[in-house]
């Protein structure tokens, strides 16, 4: 039981679009990821997913709609919901992400950017 500083840990973190793990609360793990540019349209079946903003402006995109989210903010993506996030202008952005161990990353889709394993940090 240590605290945990955030932006060291971020340093930490090599390359975009792959979570590094920081923590389990339960079965929920606790990962930091940094990201830059668009990522993959996907969805989760039977997982809910948790992205706070820690560094920069993210956009969410769904299929209806874009949400930004800034830093400090939070957006919960409910299961079953396709989306794909998104940074602009070539922004590197920081996140913080919540979501059961276990989940894929990319939901049934399999791309370049899928990975399958998280590395703690």
């Not at 793990?29 to 997982?47: C, R, Y």
């Amino acid at each position: 039981m240590k605290s945990i500083n955030l932006k060291e840990k971020h340093k930490l973190v090599d390359g975009y679009w792959h979570p590094h793990k920081i923590g389990v609360v339960d079965n929920m793990q606790v990962l930091l990821a940094k990201l830059k540019g668009e990522f993959v349209w996907h969805s989760h079946d039977n997982e809910d997913e948790l992205f706070q903003v820690t560094k920069g402006t993210l956009y969410m995109q769904f299929r209806d709609r874009t949400e930004v989210v800034k830093q400090g903010e939070l957006i919960i993506v409910p299961k079953g919901v396709e989306h794909c996030p998104l940074t602009k202008d070539n922004e590197e952005v920081h996140i913080m992400l919540f979501e059961k161990q276990g989940i894929a990353h990319t939901g049934n889709v399999i791309d370049e950017k899928t990975k399958t394993e998280y590395p703690k940090i």
